[in-house]
T-cell receptor, first 115, second 115 residues
Framework: DGGITQSPKYLFRKEGQNVTLSCEQNLNHDAMYWYRQDPGQGLRLIYYSQIVNDFQKGDIAEGYSVSREKKESFPLTVTSAQKNPTAFYLC??????????????FGPGTRLTVL | KQEVTQIPAALSVPEGENLVLNCSFTDSAIYNLQWFRQDPGKGLTSLLLIQSSQREQTSGRLNASLDKSSGRSTLYIAASQPGDSATYLCAVPSLRGGGADGLTFGKGTHLIIQP
């Protein structure tokens, strides 16, 4: 089955810890994205990557880091510098980041809770 | 900066009714608009993508229209069913740096179909 997988489904973090959320896709898509969703708010873009070894900050990149070493994988690290990390994190991909072709497909999400 | 608004925020209707969800955006220079469905605690499912050159797009009981000049889109759901209960989100490209950078989302319409 082609699709996007995220792991883990639930993640608990202690204050001061860094944690990494996994996102893998087997759709052969060039572009990948990370969004954050908070109750009562729309999704907000954290980082995106148009191609391997390249990524750009979105609207709320502070306290997060990413890497794109392989086309299939785009892990997100939530660092201790992120002051309010409790949220639902969604990974997405699209064939290309060029707007004409950027129908985005989403993974099932990871719910991160800070203890 | 692109902003997306969805009205109403919540809607509850009896099964079998036809209904319309509204989405408006502030910058009409978009390449496309995408409608998603989100079930509680789940990721987003892409329903329809309308290119800027199109006026309508249909998938089963769903019909989405786009009026770029007025900055509006509607999602029409025919003969609603309890299984249609979910949150519906619309999104447009963020238009940062030529548009190749992710989506700007509305806060969604929470739809309940009463059996």
């Amino acid at each position: 089955d082609g699709g996007i997988t995220q792991s883990p489904k639930y993640l608990f973090r202690k204050e001061g810890q860094n944690v990494t959320l996994s996102c893998e896709q087997n759709l052969n898509h060039d572009a990948m994205y990370w969004y954050r969703q908070d109750p009562g708010q729309g999704l907000r873009l954290i980082y995106y990557s148009q191609i391997v070894n390249d990524f750009q900050k979105g609207d709320i990149a502070e306290g997060y880091s990413v890497s794109r070493e392989k086309k299939e994988s785009f892990p997100l690290t939530v660092t201790s510098a992120q002051k309010n990390p409790t949220a639902f994190y969604l990974c997405a991909s699209s064939i290309s980041a060029v707007s004409s072709y950027n129908e985005q497909f989403f993974g099932p999400g990871t719910r991160l809770t800070v203890l | 900066k692109q902003e997306v608004t969805q009205i109403p925020a919540a809607l509850s209707v009896p099964e079998g009714e036809n209904l319309v969800l509204n989405c408006s955006f502030t910058d009409s220079a978009i390449y496309n608009l995408q409608w998603f469905r989100q079930d509680p605690g789940k990721g987003l499912t892409s329903l329809l993508l309308i290119q800027s050159s199109q006026r309508e797009q249909t998938s089963g009981r769903l019909n989405a229209s786009l009026d770029k000049s007025s900055g509006r889109s509607t999602l029409y759901i025919a003969a609603s069913q309890p299984g249609d209960s979910a949150t519906y989100l619309c999104a447009v490209p963020s238009l940062r740096g030529g548009g190749a950078d992710g989506l700007t989302f509305g806060k969604g319409t929470h739809l309940i179909i009463q059996p």
